[in-house]
């Protein structure tokens, strides 16, 4: 390759490339790996095209992989028209189009499943590009980037493109430890300036201080001031807020009595106002982050209502062609059902959403209409900021705080900067704007805080599941697969992270033995050591014996709390809680159950082993109507009536268990040593005792230290060790002139990729799928993709109309997912996720036939709405799934092959088949 390659491809370049850009692809071209942190819209995917350039010129191919299938379909697009179809293909998990092509995009998991069954796609491959490498960091898919950069063939050049991160440095590191020479670069400088703003009430204020921030950023610091005008408004805006509190007197802020006057303050400017604002203001278009689908549907309803227009007759026009164009191929049933004439209208007006739960066709018009500039005001979900290409003037975040599908937590800066990163459009802007919306508990200093660090670190989520093991030791064998666990970059920031302990550990030591020393002279020669080791020796058994018996005590509460029944009345032992109690909700956990219950008190609420000091005992049982409503006050004091009235009675002592100290036979064996020791009945100096109390502890401090270094340095081996042992317990590992080796069921388990893999491959092995109608393998198969969006309700296909064959087949499958766990835990492994039929009965009818109306509407009378966009994703799960069954049963299992071919067909249809 000569250097007449870099001016080839910018010559072909409508812009100027900024420095690090030229050093990236000067890197490139002299052989070197690189890795590029720059902010979002900043253009480090320039340097990828510039490996996909120097691909094409030098006859060898290039895999450009994206972690969504959205993004890999828009930059497939965008390469297609750059260098041509005949030179572009697209695979993802249900998509291929021309994979022998010179430069192929797909996901990272695709490329992960190419590099385990060695593809033969692989062959002249010389660059590889994965953008969004900070996906690493993932808890659910990150190991999969990982898996990729160390199973890549050394001659490869790896383009790794990522958003700004706080240990870049680190990173680099590894991946030239791991793939050879790599250039670091690292870019903080947005093209288009970001200026931060808040909205309070209806005024806009700079989040910063103007004049103070350009002399900042002229001289390369950092130290923000916060808007004077900005903190003095939002004091005032709390203190007249607090001067409406119920009780509150508005003159001194104390409690006082009266009702109070209305808090007019504290509702939100409407959402339609914000719009309007930020029209006047020139800021728009706007992408609005509302964190939730409901939410970003509610602000669509809201704008409908309000006067807001944001387009003219002739852009209504042109956006009126383009939505016909996307729902060509929908029926009119679907449409209505789908809430089409408001989404339309919409559309038209110049607003939208855009979140998961909506159709991929609904969701690629609103992205074309936002990028022509037609719709310029977009409610969206922080999936938006994934790395779709929906550039934005301004970016609006309603809230700091986000539901993270367990619990709600705040915006990391990471997360901040990723969303608000959207603002600014290269070419287009000469500035960005984000705006923050001011509540009342949101301070100007929290909103700085966010805004001033840009960065966030990077940290390995690489952990070894049944998958990676077997295809690891497949090709590697047991050493190389540890060899290469330890390669990973999650086994070298843990060797990083103990360093410090290490040598803590070192220091200890040292002073230990000096202490020793000290020890034996004050016992004048006597082996007082030996009896110091003996009693900490006592101590500490003593210690486990009570730990021991604890968690006895805590199973067999959590045993007794999984079986309890509704209307099972209990006492409750311990905390404040104490008394009698009624069961109304028993717990479906019985790993860690909660049941639900209501106390003597009218108290209601959840109650877990931590409750009892005591065995669990039902004292009773008490009839719990079946419309019972025990959230309400009223419900409460009902059944806590009924409590009080029964006949029951909590007892009135608990019996106190044998305590396991006086029974241990190794407790009383140290015992005795220690007693029968010279120095224990000797006269001892109390400074004698302070040193040995000394010791004692800094020997415990050591050990705990000790082992904490050795659970770090090797605790990817100790888990890739305890999966290989359980697969070999369960018939996919054999030994083989010593050695392990795959069994035929091992070998496909090496070709499944599924959270539920093993579990997969049983249901397989056992014959659980034989004797399924195409719809009812599809519909049991999801139940080992789907996850509720709620709380799981089980494995109880209550009141769904599904065929006996599917129903048999589910309780086969959790027979199966119990067994899978129970055998984890011999192994002491994370339990395998649980089984979800939640998705069961809408794919058991779409696959048998059913119209997306009549699942949809199905699955909302059922209680359980699916919103369209959630259908098309899980079918399309499903249907990869089903693919992977089909072709690791194609041998040993013909027919199961052939049903799963038909199941395929039955799902992949209509809306599944026609939404990309």
């Given amino acids: 390759m000569t250097s ?12 100027t490339l900024d420095p690090f850009q030229i050093q990236g692809c000067r890197a490139l071209e ?55 179809a005949q030179n572009v293909g697209l695979l993802t998990g249900d998509t291929a189009i021309n994979s022998s092509a010179p430069v192929v995009v797909m996901t990272t998991e695709v490329l992960r499943n190419m590099l385990y069954a060695n593809s033969a796609t692989l062959d002249g491959l010389s660059h590889v590009v994965m953008d969004e490498v900070h996906y690493l960091a993932d808890r659910f898919r990150g190991a999969v980037w990982e898996e990729v950069i160390l199973h890549l063939p050394q001659d490869v050049r790896l383009v790794s493109l990522s958003a700004t991160v706080s240990n870049a440095e680190e990173f680099g590191a590894w991946i030239t430890e791991v793939r050879g020479s790599t250039e670091v670069i690292v870019d903080e400088h947005r093209p288009v300036p970001l200026w931060q703003h808040m909205l309070v009430g209806r005024r806009l204020f700079d989040l910063f201080d103007t004049a103070a921030l350009r002399t900042a950023q002229e001289s390369g610091q950092r130290n923000l001031v916060l808007d004077a005008d900005l903190v003095r408004y939002v004091k005032q805006r709390e203190t007249l807020d607090r001067s409406f509190e119920p009780g509150i007197n508005s003159r001194t802020g104390r409690r006082a009595g009266g009702r109070g006057r209305p808090q007019m303050t504290r509702r939100p400017i409407p959402r339609p106002d914000v719009i ?27 704008c409908l209502r309000s006067p807001v227009v944001l387009t003219d007759q002739a852009q209504a026009d042109e956006i009126g062609r383009i939505v016909d164009k996307h729902v060509a191929e929908f029926s009119p049933a679907d449409l209505d059902l789908l809430g089409y004439e408001e989404w339309r209208a919409a559309l038209l007006r110049g607003f939208a959403a855009h979140h998961a739960g909506m159709l991929p066709a609904f969701r690629h018009a609103v992205e074309e209409l936002f990028v022509r500039g037609l719709v310029r005001a977009v409610f969206a979900t922080e999936t938006l900021a994934l790395g779709i290409n929906m550039p934005a003037r301004t970016v609006v975040l309603e809230r700091l705080v986000k539901y993270n599908g367990e619990s709600h937590v705040e915006l990391t800066p990471g997360e901040y900067t990723q969303l608000t990163g959207r603002a600014g459009r290269r070419g287009i802007d000469i500035e960005g704007h984000a705006v923050v919306l001011w509540q009342t508990g949101v301070r100007p200093q929290e909103v700085a805080g966010l805004a001033g660090a840009r960065t966030f670190p990077l940290v390995s989520s690489f952990l070894p599941g049944y998958n990676m093991s077997i295809n690891l030791l497949d090709r590697l064998g047991r050493d190389g697969a540890e060899r290469l666990l330890e390669a990973s970059f999650a086994q070298f920031q843990a060797d990083r992270s103990v360093v410090g302990l290490a040598k803590r550990v070192d220091r200890g030591e040292k002073e230990l033995a000096t202490l020793g020393a000290q020890i034996t002279e004050a016992a004048g020669g006597a082996d007082y050591l030996e009896y110091v080791r003996l009693r900490e020796a006592v101590r500490t058994r003593e210690r486990s014996l009570r730990r021991e018996h604890l968690a006895d005590r805590r199973d067999g509460t959590a045993t007794a709390l999984a079986e309890l029944r509704r209307g099972d009345v209990i006492a409750v032992t311990g905390g404040r809680r104490r008394g009698l109690a009624l069961v109304v909700e028993p717990s479906g956990d019985r790993r860690d159950p909660k049941p639900v219950v209501v106390t003597e008190s009218s108290w209601s609420g959840r109650v877990g082993a931590g409750d009892f000091v005591g065995d669990v005992e039902v004292l009773g049982t008490l009839r719990v109507p079946k419309n019972a409503d025990y959230r309400s006050g009223r419900g409460k004091r009902d059944l806590a009536s009924t409590l009080r009235n029964s006949n029951i009675s909590a007892p009135r002592q608990q019996t106190k268990a044998s305590r396991p100290a006086a029974t241990d036979t190794q407790l009383a064996d140290l015992r005795a040593r220690m007693r029968a020791h010279p120095a224990h009945t000797g006269q001892r100096a109390p400074e004698l005792d302070r040193l040995a109390e000394r010791y004692a502890r800094l020997e415990r401090e050591i050990t705990a230290s000790a082992a904490t270094v050795r659970a770090t340095t090797s605790s990817l081996a100790v888990t890739f060790e305890r999966i290989v042992a359980l697969l070999g317990d369960r018939g996919y590992i054999e030994t083989v002139d010593g050695e392990p080796a795959l069994t035929e069921s091992g070998h496909r388990l090496a070709r499944v990729y599924s959270e539920s893999d093993l579990l997969v491959c049983e249901c397989i092995e056992d014959g659980v799928f034989d004797g399924l109608d195409p719809a009812g393998l599809a519909a049991v198969v999801s139940a080992l993709v789907f996850e509720s969006r709620g709380e799981r309700g089980g494995m109880l296909l209550t009141g769904e109309k599904v065929p006996g064959a599917v129903r048999s087949a589910l309780r086969d499958v959790a027979d199966r997912w119990t067994d899978i766990v129970a055998a984890e835990a011999a192994h002491r492994l994370e339990p395998s996720r649980e089984p979800d039929i939640g998705f069961v009965a809408p794919m058991h009818q779409w696959a048998a036939g059913g119209t ?16 369209a966009g959630d259908f098309v994703r899980w079918c399309r799960q499903v249907i990869d799934l089903l693919d992977q069954i089909r072709q690791t049963s194609f041998d040993t299992r013909p027919g199961l092959a052939t049903v799963a071919t038909s199941a395929i067909a039955a799902v992949r249809r209509g809306v599944v088949a026609e939404s990309g």
């Fill in 30 to 84: 002299q052989g070197r790996g690189v890795l590029v942190c720059a902010p979002t819209g900043a253009g480090k995917t320039v340097v990828g095209e510039f490996a996909v350039h120097l691909a094409l010129a030098g006859g060898t191919k290039c895999f450009y992989t994206t972690p969504i299938k959205a993004l890999s379909n828009q930059k497939h697009a965008e390469l297609t028209a750059r260098y041509g």
């Fill in 852 to 867: 997306l109306a009549a699942v949809l509407l199905a699955a909302g009378e059922r209680g359980r709405p699916l919103p």
């Fill in 4 to 15: 007449s390659e870099f001016d080839s491809f910018t010559a072909a370049l409508a812009f």
């Fill in 276 to 302: 309007a604002l930020l029209d006047a203001e020139g800021l728009l278009p706007a992408i609005t982050f509302v964190f939730s689908r409901s939410g970003c549907e509610q602000a669509l309803t809201q």
